[in-house]
């Protein structure tokens, strides 16, 4: 086992591979507090890529409710049995061991689902923790909650699938680090399913092989976001890009997100594998819970989300979910505007701060009729 450095968890670990960071790392941030389970990028992601013979179970996109849900059912609590202690140390590094430190005496700790596992990808949707009490809703802030959690394929700087592949049919692209499947090279082994801590790599029972979530590299190549990105109603999600070896830049959106004002965490970083998804935990969800799923900056994070008015460049970096189609690669926080510019430099975007209103005359001489104000 070679040593690599994993940040997420402020110290060293093993993994089967030296480390080699890619020329930049595909990056995505979602906003739990902004999404309304529409499952429109589920939709978008399923006729695109897996409406297929044997893809009817494989869904690269989800979205699932928490606690209850989950896709394949309790991947993540299966998996979480297996690492057993979980502790990060007061000045955030982590103590326990990762699916590449178990005492298994596996390469890759792992859970493989079974078929009805698949059966459910809609269970536990739109339940809550314990019931209400009668009239309790009438009182103010109640302790009830639930939040929806989209999942798509982290493209984890340190993959479990690939480490854990015989044939080595992954590979992550050095271009902008998307993890793929050879599947010319892959045999159906399934241990890249038993491996991969979110369950996103999937097994297709009529062509005998793996598939998994490619980033729509297609799109990507030609400098747009993926489908499901585009696609999301809610404006909950933002691609683009970080470069891992360098140090953050200011006017990258994602290295503002993540790396600077640690707004937005990895999902379960105590599994090791550095995921490149990021979220913006909810801000009604017991501490514990969360803490659990993001790791131990999520006050700091909730803090900094519930003060984002104050913070213009901040702002600015949220205010770009959703308003192209075109990957930002820099930003600036202008005074009534924040504004995105491609990798070249144009400007690709510009959005204002406060959405502007026109007031109409109520009489519409032109057109001979009644028209209303609405803001």
């Not at 460049?313 to 491609?342: D, Q, W």
């Given at each position: 086992?070679?040593?690599?450095?994993?940040?997420?968890?402020?110290?060293?670990?093993?993994?089967?591979?030296?480390?080699?960071?890619?020329?930049?790392?595909?990056?995505?941030?979602?906003?739990?507090?902004?999404?309304?389970?529409?499952?429109?990028?589920?939709?978008?992601?399923?006729?695109?890529?897996?409406?297929?013979?044997g893809e009817e179970t494989i869904?690269?996109?989800?979205?699932?409710?928490?606690?209850?849900?989950?896709?394949?059912?309790?991947?993540?609590?299966?998996?979480?049995?297996?690492?057993?202690?979980?502790?990060?140390?007061?000045?955030?590094?982590?103590?326990?061991?990762?699916?590449?430190?178990?005492?298994?005496?596996?390469?890759v700790t792992g859970w493989r689902p079974e078929e009805r596992?698949?059966?459910?990808?809609?269970?536990?949707?739109?339940?809550?923790?314990?019931?209400?009490?009668?009239?309790?809703?009438f009182n103010g802030?109640?302790?009830?909650?639930?939040?929806?959690?989209?999942?798509?394929?982290?493209?984890?700087?340190?993959?479990?699938?690939?480490?854990?592949?015989?044939?080595?049919?992954?590979?992550k692209r050095e271009e902008d680090g998307i993890v793929l499947i050879d599947q010319s090279r892959c045999r159906g082994y399934k241990e890249c399913v038993k491996a991969c801590p979110y369950k996103k790599t999937f097994f297709n029972m009529v062509t005998r092989v793996s598939e998994k979530c490619i980033g729509c590299y297609p799109l990507i190549e030609q400098g747009e976001q993926p489908r499901c990105v585009t696609s999301c109603i809610g404006k909950i999600r933002l691609q683009g890009f970080m470069e891992d070896a360098k140090p953050p830049r200011k006017d990258n959106p994602f290295d503002m997100i993540v790396r600077i004002k640690k707004i937005a965490l990895p999902l379960y970083p105590q599994f090791g594998t550095q995921p490149n998804v990021y979220y913006v935990p909810p801000v009604h969800v017991p501490h514990d819970f969360l803490i659990q799923m993001f790791g131990p900056n999520v006050d700091e994070a909730i803090k900094l989300y519930r003060n984002?008015?104050?913070?213009?460049?901040?702002?600015?970096?949220?205010?770009?979910?959703?308003?192209?189609?075109?990957?930002?690669?820099?930003?600036?926080?202008?005074?009534?505007?924040?504004?995105?510019?491609?990798?070249?430099?144009?400007?690709?975007?510009?959005?204002?701060?406060?959405?502007p209103v026109h007031n109409r005359p109520h009489w519409d001489a032109q057109f001979q009729t009644f028209r209303h104000n609405t803001p």
């Open positions: 086992m070679a040593k690599v450095n994993n940040w997420q968890l402020n110290r060293e670990m093993e993994y089967p591979y030296e480390e080699k960071k890619p020329k930049k790392q595909i990056t995505y941030v979602f906003d739990t507090n902004k999404c309304i389970a529409c499952q429109t990028c589920t939709v978008a992601c399923k006729t695109t890529w897996t409406s297929g013979k869904f690269f996109n989800n979205v699932e409710t928490k606690p209850y849900g989950g896709y394949p059912q309790k991947w993540d609590v299966n998996t979480l049995k297996e690492l057993n202690n979980q502790e990060w140390g007061k000045d955030g590094v982590y103590k326990g061991k990762t699916i590449f430190e178990s005492e298994s005496g596996e390469q596992n698949y059966a459910f990808p809609n269970i536990g949707e739109d339940e809550v923790l314990g019931n209400m009490e009668k009239g309790a809703f802030i109640h302790d009830i909650w639930m939040f929806y959690l989209a999942r798509i394929c982290n493209h984890c700087s340190y993959p479990g699938c690939l480490a854990a592949c015989p044939r080595k049919a992954i590979y984002m008015k104050d913070d213009k460049e901040l702002l600015a970096a949220f205010m770009l979910f959703g308003n192209t189609p075109r990957i930002i690669h820099s930003y600036k926080a202008e005074e009534n505007h924040a504004v995105g510019y491609n990798e070249i430099g144009d400007e690709i975007v510009r959005v204002p701060y406060v959405e």
